[in-house]
Antibody
Framework: QVLLVESGGGMVQPGRSLKLSCAAS????????MHWVRQAPGKGLEWVAV????????YYADSVKGRFTISRDSSKNTLYLQMNSLRAEDTALYYC?????????????WGQGTMVSVSS | DIQMTQSPSSLSASVGDRVTITCQAS??????LNWYQQEPGKAPKILIY???NLETGVPSRFSGSGSGTDFTLTISSLQPEDFATYYC????????FGQGTRLEIK
């Protein structure tokens, strides 16, 4: 069974850091591009970041560039999102998402999400 | 950056109705356009990829069309399980989602 399970969310103060993890199973992790997509409460979907299948390229939304870092460890079948200098507007449910390709295309598998709340 | 504009933002319809949702890109994206459905409290699910290709397992009442800057998602005969929020997504230049269309029961 293809599965993505996020963890690491929680409540954090503005300016602090948090690291999300996503454990992948049931497929060859190193063959697929992986993304983070977030959804603020009651709002729409916002793409956050992508990392190519081999880790050779990473791209970010302007809203998180310079503050967030996406990475992957294929030996552990795990995707990460290091979030620094967090702001109130980063409050959202963060989804780990598999791309159908090794780079950027469509999203076929989604995790259940992990909630991040940034508040003083 | 490519902006994606969906319309309408919300829509009320009845079971059996034919419904069309549109998505407009701020520049030519070819057919690099996907559609997703999100039910309340659930993760999104892909319906249509590359503008007009039906994802495996998705009912044939869903269809997509368009290319360049203008795209449509059509549901030919609404079923109770179709009342959800729909998003378009471009991948010509990174990723952008439309703002979503909430489909409600009339």
């Amino acid at each position: 069974q293809v599965l993505l399970v996020e963890s690491g969310g929680g409540m954090v103060q503005p300016g602090r850091s948090l690291k999300l993890s996503c454990a992948a199973s049931g497929f060859s992790f190193s063959d697929y591009g992986m993304h983070w997509v977030r959804q603020a409460p009651g709002k729409g979907l916002e793409w956050v970041a992508v990392i190519w299948y081999d880790g050779s390229n990473r791209y970010y939304a302007d809203s998180v560039k310079g503050r967030f870092t996406i990475s992957r460890d294929s030996s552990k079948n795990t995707l990460y999102l290091q979030m620094n200098s967090l702001r109130a507007e980063d409050t959202a449910l963060y989804y780990c998402v598999r791309d159908v390709s090794g780079v950027i295309n469509a999203f076929d598998i989604w995790g259940q999400g992990t909630m991040v709340s940034v508040s003083s | 950056d490519i902006q994606m504009t969906q319309s309408p933002s919300s829509l009320s319809a009845s079971v059996g109705d034919r419904v069309t949702i549109t998505c407009q890109a701020s520049q030519d994206i070819g057919n690099y356009l996907n559609w997703y459905q999100q039910e309340p409290g659930k993760a999104p699910k892909i319906l249509i990829y590359d503008a007009s290709n039906l994802e495996t397992g998705v009912p044939s009442r869903f269809s997509g069309s368009g290319s360049g800057t203008d795209f449509t998602l059509t549901i030919s005969s609404l079923q109770p399980e179709d009342f959800a929020t729909y998003y378009c997504q471009q991948y010509d230049n990174l990723i952008t989602f439309g703002q979503g269309t909430r489909l409600e029961i009339k």
